[in-house]
């Protein structure tokens, strides 16, 4: 096979990909805007191309203090990527992770890594140091970009590997400070213009960390040609937004489905969006009422909150609203439409996949249904041999296109991601005579809740550290609020009591050592748990 050509020099992505026989079949003929260039930085098509129209002086991001035109984003990414390269090193290829909320900081951080030629690990600010080690660990970072008031435990993560060894050479430089060795200071030494990094269209630009089932963090590798893909399918041929457009949403820009929503999709139609460093329900609809965007990316669960506000929050200024991160009930839609008069654009992605694959919106979109395949995928629904199932008929869903699953360093992964080139997304769904897609179940252990994927044996590798705890285990249970809550059942060692107070304790536990989020909103104590005869734990017992 040709060696694929590369402006990596650190070539850790490429040798610690899967087996080219393992990837994906990907499709870039689906439609004529995928035929991108084989030398290409998505930086510069996304950013640099504003600038080179004309366009420079048009609002990229508001913010609640004030706002930045993509000029201002152009230069400030310019100046970061010059002290990547010429103040800290950074060879092309280094991987560096980024933390911190939503805001233009940690976007022009985003940019300047790309502009550089490194590649961009984003972190939500949830998470926890023994997380940020994982992730450190699994992708051999040894730079860390941090907004300064996120900066405690990314500095702790950095200085000892999950194993207790140093990690050499590791660095922690924060922004949004004026301290000496911050970022500010040392992008004002340098010019707002700067040359980017030559890289191939399939060189990878970020790794994007998602739970599994296994408990463990996987990194997904997406290349410079995956990124403008994504934002030239579902945005360009389903959403439909103009240059007029301001985006706003909840989700942080570590989740894929934001970087999309509120980065990636306005900027590539030059449109503006509103970065909230606060955005849960009731911040996020007074945003709205204040800021009057267009366009909402959030989850279910914020719609179904947000429904129950409107009373005192003006959101007539909305025209488009896009739910992805669970399925989309259809009380949440119809009470949504009810009182705003908008349809909710349902949409089902993947981190694996980058973004939205299946959706529908006007008068396209079905209630209840999460829609037909975005142009540029395709789509099928089969049985546990791969072999297509009639319509109507429950199945394992399927899909490839443009961008698709190559997991960092997991080949056992990436075999049941993968099989026979399509990537299997671990949903079951039926398919009408219509083409379009109906939810049914999670095929895996993954419970998504408030919009968030949490793996239940990461939970229970926390509360296990725990000294009361003898066995546990975790699995969703209904909510109507949240979509699916994590319950945990927890077998207790002699000399404890299953009692409200230890329940209590136990939850703080967990909150204190993984992001809080992952905690077991529900604990119930069971003097065992369900085993087959060999020992295998009975889920399925549990969720019933």
Same mark, same amino acid.
């Given at each position: 096979?040709?060696?694929?050509?590369?402006?990596?020099?650190?070539?850790?992505?490429?040798?610690?990909?899967?087996?080219?026989?393992?990837?994906?079949v990907?499709?870039?003929?689906?439609?004529?805007?995928?035929?991108?260039?084989?030398?290409?930085?998505?930086?510069?098509?996304?950013?640099?191309?504003?600038?080179?129209?004309?366009?420079?002086?048009?609002i990229?991001?508001?913010?609640?203090?004030?706002?930045?035109?993509y000029?201002?984003?152009?230069?400030?990414?310019n100046?970061i990527?010059?002290?990547?390269?010429?103040?800290?090193?950074?060879?092309?290829?280094?991987?560096?992770?980024?933390?911190?909320?939503?805001?233009?900081?940690?976007?022009?951080?985003?940019?300047?890594?790309?502009?550089?030629?490194?590649?961009?690990?984003c972190?939500?600010? +949830? $998470?926890? !140091?023994?997380?940020?080690?994982?992730v450190?660990? /699994? &992708?051999e970072?040894?730079?860390?970009? *941090?907004?300064?008031?996120?900066?405690?435990?990314?500095?702790?993560?950095?200085?000892?590997?999950?194993?207790?060894?140093?990690?050499?050479?590791?660095?922690?430089?924060?922004?949004?400070?004026?301290?000496?060795?911050?970022?500010?200071?040392?992008?004002?030494?340098?010019?707002?213009?700067?040359?980017?990094?030559?890289?191939?269209?399939?060189?990878?630009?970020?790794?994007?960390?998602?739970?599994?089932?296994?408990?463990?963090?996987?990194?997904?590798?997406?290349?410079?040609?995956?990124?403008?893909?994504?934002?030239?399918?579902f945005?360009?041929?389903?959403?439909?937004?103009?240059?007029?457009?301001l985006?706003?949403?909840?989700?942080p820009?570590?989740?894929?489905?934001?970087?999309?929503?509120?980065?990636?999709?306005?900027?590539?139609?030059?449109?503006?969006? +509103? $970065?909230? !460093?606060?955005?849960?329900?009731?911040?996020?609809? /007074? &945003?709205?009422?204040?800021?009057?965007? *267009?366009?909402?990316?959030?989850?279910?669960?914020?719609?179904?909150?947000?429904?129950?506000?409107?009373?005192?929050?003006?959101?007539?200024?909305?025209?488009?609203?896009?739910?992805?991160?669970?399925?989309?009930?259809?009380?949440?839609?119809?009470?949504?439409?009810?009182?705003?008069?908008?349809?909710?654009?349902?949409?089902?992605?993947?981190?694996?996949?980058?973004?939205?694959?299946?959706?529908?919106?006007?008068?396209?979109?079905?209630?209840?249904?999460?829609?037909?395949?975005?142009?540029?995928?395709?789509?099928?629904?089969?049985?546990?041999?791969?072999?297509?199932?009639?319509?109507?008929?429950?199945?394992?869903?399927?899909?490839?296109?443009?961008?698709?699953?190559?997991?960092?360093?997991?080949?056992?992964?990436?075999k049941?991601?993968?099989?026979?080139?399509?990537?299997?997304?671990?949903?079951?769904?039926?398919?009408?005579?219509?083409?379009?897609?109906?939810?049914?179940?999670?095929?895996?252990?993954?419970?998504?809740?408030?919009?968030?994927?949490?793996?239940?044996?990461?939970?229970?590798?926390?509360?296990?550290?725990?000294?009361?705890?003898?066995?546990?285990?975790?699995?969703?249970?209904?909510?109507?609020?949240?979509?699916?809550?994590?319950?945990?059942?927890?077998?207790?060692?002699?000399?404890?009591?299953?009692?409200?107070?230890?329940?209590?304790?136990?939850?703080?536990?967990?909150?204190?050592?993984?992001?809080?989020?992952?905690?077991?909103?529900?604990?119930?104590?069971?003097?065992?748990?369900?085993?087959?005869?060999?020992?295998?734990?009975?889920?399925?017992?549990?969720?019933?």
């Amino acid at each position: 096979m040709k060696k694929q050509k590369t402006g990596h020099v650190d070539t850790f992505c490429a040798d610690h990909a899967p087996p080219p026989e393992l990837w994906p079949v990907r499709d870039w003929t689906g439609i004529p805007e995928l035929a991108y260039p084989d030398e290409m930085n998505c930086a510069a098509e996304l950013l640099d191309s504003v600038i080179e129209s004309g366009r420079g002086e048009r609002i990229v991001f508001r913010h609640p203090d004030g706002e930045w035109s993509y000029r201002q984003l152009y230069e400030k990414a310019n100046r970061i990527a010059a002290v990547l390269r010429e103040d800290l090193g950074l060879v092309p290829g280094n991987r560096v992770l980024l933390r911190g909320p939503n805001n233009p900081m940690m976007a022009a951080c985003w940019f300047g890594v790309l502009k550089a030629g490194g590649v961009v690990v984003c972190t939500m600010p +949830l $998470l926890r !140091e023994r997380e940020l080690k994982w992730v450190a660990d /699994k &992708a051999e970072i040894s730079l860390a970009l *941090t907004d300064t008031r996120f900066a405690d435990e990314c500095e702790a993560a950095f200085r000892l590997r999950s194993d207790g060894s140093e990690r050499t050479g590791a660095r922690v430089i924060h922004f949004n400070s004026d301290a000496h060795f911050s970022l500010e200071p040392r992008m004002r030494t340098k010019r707002p213009a700067f040359t980017n990094h030559v890289t191939s269209a399939d060189d990878t630009a970020i790794i994007a960390f998602t739970s599994g089932t296994t408990g463990e963090g996987k990194g997904t590798m997406h290349s410079h040609r995956d990124i403008m893909a994504i934002t030239d399918c579902f945005p360009r041929y389903v959403l439909d937004p103009s240059e007029d457009d301001l985006f706003c949403g909840s989700p942080p820009l570590a989740f894929t489905y934001a970087l999309g929503g509120l980065m990636l999709f306005p900027m590539r139609f030059g449109a503006s969006s +509103l $970065l909230l !460093e606060q955005a849960t329900p009731p911040h996020l609809v /007074k &945003a709205i009422a204040e800021h009057k965007p *267009t366009v909402c990316f959030t989850a279910p669960t914020a719609y179904r909150a947000m429904s129950g506000m409107l009373a005192e929050n003006d959101v007539s200024s909305l025209r488009k609203c896009v739910s992805a991160g669970e399925t989309l009930p259809l009380s949440v839609f119809e009470s949504w439409q009810k009182a705003t008069g908008l349809k909710i654009i349902d949409g089902i992605g993947a981190t694996e996949m980058l973004h939205i694959f299946i959706s529908a919106s006007g008068d396209d979109i079905r209630p209840g249904s999460t829609g037909r395949v975005v142009p540029g995928y395709q789509a099928r629904v089969v049985d546990e041999d791969g072999r297509d199932v009639p319509d109507g008929r429950v199945g394992r869903l399927a899909v490839r296109g443009p961008t698709g699953c190559r997991y960092l360093d997991n080949i056992e992964q990436q075999k049941k991601y993968v099989v026979d080139g399509w990537n299997l997304t671990g949903d079951s769904y039926k398919r009408d005579k219509d083409g379009y897609f109906w939810y049914q179940a999670r095929t895996d252990d993954m419970i998504i809740s408030g919009g968030y994927n949490i793996a239940g044996p990461e939970v229970e590798n926390v509360l296990l550290e725990h000294e009361a705890v003898l066995e546990c285990a975790v699995v969703g249970e209904p909510d109507e609020q949240r979509g699916n809550i994590v319950k945990a059942f927890v077998v207790v060692r002699p000399g404890h009591s299953g009692t409200e107070k230890l329940a209590k304790e136990l939850q703080d536990f967990v909150k204190a050592r993984i992001a809080p989020y992952k905690y077991p909103r529900a604990v119930e104590f069971s003097e065992a748990l369900p085993r087959t005869s060999t020992g295998k734990l009975q889920r399925y017992r549990l969720r019933q």
